[in-house]
């Protein structure tokens, strides 16, 4: 357990719907980052937020936003969905310590279907 | 910009044999590399990590890599592979100190042959 806890687990939509996928990040995590893992793209860094503010922005389309809450807990908000949408969303954590560089706390990620 | 290269998809190898997973970086600057792996409907598991201390890591579950500055090589091995070592091995490139903002390779999906 990674003490990583994204929701929901599976979720099945349709085209042209908006979904909102959420994740508590480890306690004491200020750092809570969205990546993409799809067949055809493998692992896609999406956005980063820092103890609330957006950090660094990846491969993230407009329809899509993010955003961190001040209890740290961050959304991400898929909207005008597409067939191509359909993949693991996965939310990681880390404590931006400057001593641990690289190590991030995976959730079990987001299975997002859209039919 | 940062990259890393996975040299083979999938891989398999005997319960026993050894497990070499290929990974080549590329970077403009010091690198930090990592090396994940992600189990069965699981998220990814940090399984080592290169700071520019020792070239040569130890991981979990008895994994190590080496880092090799000539060859831009980080490449995992295990010298006895565990039918329980079975998943995708992801490589990871990171070179802002602060900033752990990964770089992902395509990953590799290791099988064991009983």
């Known amino acids: 357990d990674s003490g990583v806890t994204q929701t929901p687990k599976h979720l099945i939509t349709a085209t042209g719907q908006r979904v909102t996928l959420r994740c508590s990040p480890r306690s004491g995590d200020l750092s809570v980052y969205w990546y993409q893992q799809s067949l055809d793209q493998g692992l896609q860094f999406l956005i980063q937020?820092?103890?609330?503010?957006?950090?660094a922005k990846g491969n993230i389309l407009e329809r899509f936003s993010a955003q961190q809450f001040p209890d740290l807990h961050s959304e991400l908000n898929l909207s005008s969905l597409e067939l191509g949408d359909s993949a693991l969303y996965f939310c990681?954590?880390?404590?931006?310590?400057?001593?641990?560089?690289?190590?991030?706390?995976f959730g079990e990620g987001s299975r997002l279907t859209v039919l | 910009a940062q990259s890393v290269t996975q040299l083979g998809s999938h891989v398999s190898v005997s319960e026993g044999a050894l497990v070499l997973l290929r990974c080549n970086y590329s970077?403009?600057?010091?690198?930090?590399l990592f090396w994940y792996v992600q189990y069965p409907n699981q998220g990814l598991q940090l399984l080592l990590k290169y700071t520019s201390a020792a070239t040569l890591v130890k991981g979990i579950n008895g994994f190590e890599a080496e880092f090799k500055k000539s060859e831009t090589s980080f490449h995992l091995t295990k010298p006895s592979a565990h039918m329980s070592d079975a998943a995708e091995y992801f490589c990871a490139v990171s070179t802002n100190f602060g900033n752990e903002k990964l770089t992902f390779g395509t990953g590799t999906r290791l099988t064991i042959i009983p």
């Open positions: 990681a954590s880390s404590a931006t310590s400057g001593r641990f560089p690289g190590e991030l706390f």
């Open positions: 970077s403009s600057v010091p690198p930090y």
């Open positions: 937020y820092y103890n609330g503010e957006e950090r």
